[in-house]
């Protein structure tokens, strides 16, 4: 599965964003999706998952209640949709697919999209 994800660009604290990732080559029904982040010169972190079918999401302690993560099998995408946003949100977000249930190690996910930006500026 081919992962494309988009939305990102520059916003002031306090706006709100939504990430899509799109899915091509195959559907994403049967796989879990995770958004991760990496900010200039740090890893690559955890920030959001969900099942193959949403029904189970899980979220980093710094962005609950402020990003949800979503999904539409239908239309093949998965969404993030981050509000309150922060300066320490800023990073490349990437959207990754692996099969069976959801996880919070990048490690564990085999397909990746290209990444995009999000600048949050104070």
């Known amino acids: 599965v081919q992962l494309q994800a988009s939305g990102g660009g520059l916003v002031q604290a306090g706006d709100s964003l939504g990430l899509s990732c799109a899915a091509s080559g195959r559907s994403l029904s049967t796989y879990a999706m995770g958004w991760f982040r990496q900010a200039p010169g740090k890893e690559r972190d955890f920030v959001a998952a969900t099942s193959a079918t949403g029904g189970l999401t899980y979220y980093q302690d710094s962005i609950k209640g402020r990003f949800t993560i979503s999904r539409d099998n239908a239309k093949n995408t998965v969404y993030l949709q981050m509000n309150s946003l922060i300066p320490e949100d800023t990073a490349v977000y990437y959207c990754?697919?692996?099969?069976?249930?959801?996880?919070?190690?990048?490690?564990?996910?085999?397909?990746w999209g290209q990444g995009t930006l999000v600048t949050v500026s104070s």
């Open positions: 990754a697919a692996k099969k069976f249930g959801p996880s919070v190690r990048s490690g564990d996910y085999n397909q």
